[in-house]
């Protein structure tokens, strides 16, 4: 309603309005600096129900935060109390964020004829006679005293696994100086993709790139939308709400989109489609503008390779970032001779002793020469709400019946190290009640638990390499510890487990079968067949490559305070910081640019670091990379992780555009090597 009153062409004739109130809506930063441009009166921003007496917070505009993307909605009202509360109705700190509670004489009875639902939303505090509403609304205090609004509750919604709320995308993209106003929604109808609505000050050329980049700042991959749709206004009820029915269809409004031409074009836009999770691409798109990253590459890649047969580089990706371009270099690399093709992983028998992987056997002969703890993976998990003990431990073990690595170990066997399959059987899940401690000696305890199981180390020959206990907080409040050994694991596999554990544990609640997949090959399966294609003349393909990048390579001599120790001894820590938004932006800007990934931006300017504090021009780092380019292993739990060393030049003094090129070449060339184990 505010932004139609801004918008009449005679509002500089208003000179007697005096008090402007602004109420049922989050109050845009943007609206109240046009406001306070255009008029010269009062702006107050107020907030509350129906069930209080519609207004219990009041916030005079004086001036407005530029970074914060609404206005605050102040502090109560006279004979009301409001209290910010966790799930548990205690209240919670300055600036995280809770559900707004109100109370005070204000407060309704409750609904007419609706006992069930007065019980439900009117609720006593805990230890008072304090008579609440609970108002589904989040928000947070700020350092002033003043409460900010952050959304409704029920605005969360659920993408492949993830919880997200629409409206933290919403404030992210009002953060950006050119939006005036932004909706965010779950589009059911494309594979359930989110949709920004975007209503800009000015225009913005190509909003799909600007955006997603300005939001990587702020959100992760996972809650940045796939589509961008710009309008010149919302639509909008007599009411002055928006009107979620009248949004325009994405895709069809947003771009054109160019159809596949020939059946090359097709079968790529197919494969985009399968990693990208978007149901209508055009062949003009940018791979990159559509959200790739190295890592979707990397999938896309191996599904190219399958689907025409071609040991495609992954540069090409790179280099050819639309389907039109891609396709065209795929027809052209089909008329040049072609390296040994690369064998499918099928299932082996089980009838011999089954190998190690190489990454297995590198990490077996380190455990055997140190042993300790350092290669344990912990990991703990917090689950809220009612939770059905039975059905997370028949899901735990459905996951172990499921990934044969699961229950593996490690015997010697003639001299070798081979790997022994146990057969299934059900494992109890270990529970901890520490509901009689009150919560800062639960934390504590949880503190101490996750530790201990971190630190308790593992036998490869005779322990269950997988450790898992559930520690209760409260009915409706529980703590999972899950610790395993590096050689049956690694990060993204650790994803594998949580994502199958959810999806299982969600299936079985209801009274339904597993919705998971049978696995075509088990990791076992895989290093047999790395042990059988890794030879010959692909072995010595590979290796000659990496002698000659590792050939004479120096130890970096950085001015520590201490020597170093020359025993690895894990004392190490880590140190986290963040990049501000417009550095943010101008790195994103700058990778476009060069053509290059922010990895290897940001790679590029780690080197330059060094080269400062060292003085020395040929400089090595070390970067993993998952190595999951088949797709037969992308849903494997197993030890798949690489280390790719990146050797770099920067003697002759280089330009940082000349250093970009030379890491963006070094990086495609490791990631076409990336088969060798750094140490075998």
Request: hydrophobic content about 40%.
């Amino acid at each position: 309603m505010l932004q139609a009153v801004l918008e009449e062409p005679d509002l500089a004739s208003c000179q007697s309005i005096q008090r402007v109130i602004c109420s049922g809506e989050a109050l845009p930063t943007q609206l109240a600096h046009q406001f306070r441009f255009k008029l010269k009166a009062e702006l107050h921003n107020l907030y509350g129900p129906t069930e209080a007496a519609i207004d219990v917070t009041s916030f005079k505009v004086v001036s407005a935060d530029h970074h914060a993307p609404t206005i605050p909605i102040g502090r109560p009202i006279a004979n009301t109390q409001i209290h910010i509360l966790d799930r548990h109705l205690r209240p919670v700190p300055i600036g995280v964020p809770g559900e707004l509670h109100i109370a005070g004489i204000g407060l309704a009875r409750g609904y007419l004829n609706r006992p069930e639902l007065t019980a439900e939303k009117f609720i006593i505090k805990p230890g008072t006679t304090e008579r609440l509403y609970k108002t589904g609304d989040r928000a947070r205090y700020l350092e002033n005293g003043a409460i900010e609004f952050l959304g409704r509750l029920d605005d969360q919604i659920k993408l492949r696994g993830l919880r997200i709320e629409l409206g933290e995308i919403e404030a992210a993209l009002m953060r950006h100086l050119q939006v005036q106003t932004a909706v965010v929604i779950l589009d059911q109808s494309h594979q359930r993709q989110l949709v920004a609505y975007i209503v800009p000050h000015s225009e913005i050329l190509n909003p799909h790139t600007i955006l997603s980049n300005f939001l990587e700042s702020f959100l992760p991959e996972y809650m940045i939308p796939s589509n961008f749709v710009v309008l010149e206004s919302l639509p909008l009820l007599s009411n002055g709400k928006l009107n979620r029915r009248a949004l325009p269809i994405p895709n069809a409004f947003s771009r054109s989109v160019i159809l596949p031409r020939n059946a090359t074009e097709k079968i790529v836009t197919e494969i985009w489609a399968e990693v990208l999770k978007l149901e209508v691409i055009s062949i003009t798109d940018s791979f990159f503008e559509l959200g790739g990253n190295s890592l979707l590459a990397t999938r896309i890649n191996s599904r190219l390779r399958q689907a025409f047969q071609i040991d495609l580089p992954l540069r090409s990706l790179f280099e050819k970032p639309t389907i039109a371009a891609l396709a065209e270099a795929i027809v052209a690399h089909q008329g040049t001779p072609q390296k040994p093709s690369i064998p499918p992983i099928l299932p082996a028998s089980r009838n011999n002793y089954l190998p190690l992987s190489f990454a297995q056997q590198r990490l077996w002969f380190l455990e055997q020469l140190q042993g300790g703890t350092a290669y344990n993976i912990p990991i703990a998990v917090r689950l809220t709400g009612a939770l059905d003990i039975a059905v997370l431990e028949r899901s735990l073990n459905a996951i172990i019946e499921r990934h044969e690595i699961l229950r593996t170990n490690f015997h010697i066997i003639a001299g070798e190290p081979v790997q022994v399959i146990q057969p299934h059987s059900d494992r109890p899940l270990p529970l901890t009640n520490l509901q009689a401690l009150d919560p800062e000696a639960q934390t504590t305890e949880v503190r101490q638990q996750a530790q201990q199981a971190a630190q308790t180390p593992f036998d490869l020959t005779t322990d269950s390499l997988l450790r898992v206990s559930l520690l209760q907080l409260n009915p409706t409040e529980h703590v999972i510890l899950l610790t395993l050994h590096h050689i049956i694991t690694d990060g993204w596999s650790m994803e594998v487990l949580l994502r199958e554990l959810a999806s299982l544990y969600e299936a079985f609640i209801s009274g339904k079968r597993s919705p998971l997949y049978p696995l075509p090959i088990q990791y076992a399966d895989f290093a047999i067949w790395q042990r059988q294609w890794l030879q010959d003349e692909v072995l010595e393909t590979q290796l000659a490559y990496w002698k000659q990048q590792l050939d004479g390579i120096p130890v970096l001599q950085l001015p520590t305070d201490f020597p170093r120790s020359r025993i690895q001894n894990f004392q190490g820590a880590i140190a986290t910081f963040s990049l501000s938004t417009s550095l943010s932006q101008r790195l994103q800007a700058l990778s476009q640019q060069a053509g290059t990934t922010l990895f290897m931006t940001l790679l590029a300017a780690y080197k330059v670091l060094l080269y400062r504090y060292t003085g020395q021009t040929d400089i090595i780092v070390g970067s993993p990379i998952a190595n999951r380019h088949y797709p037969e292993v992308e849903g494997l739990i197993g030890f798949f992780v690489n280390t790719l060393v990146l050797r770099t030049d920067l003697s002759g003094n280089p330009s940082f555009h000349q250093l970009l090129q030379q890491v963006q070449q070094t990086t495609w060339n490791a990631y076409d090597h990336q088969d060798i184990p750094l140490k075998n």
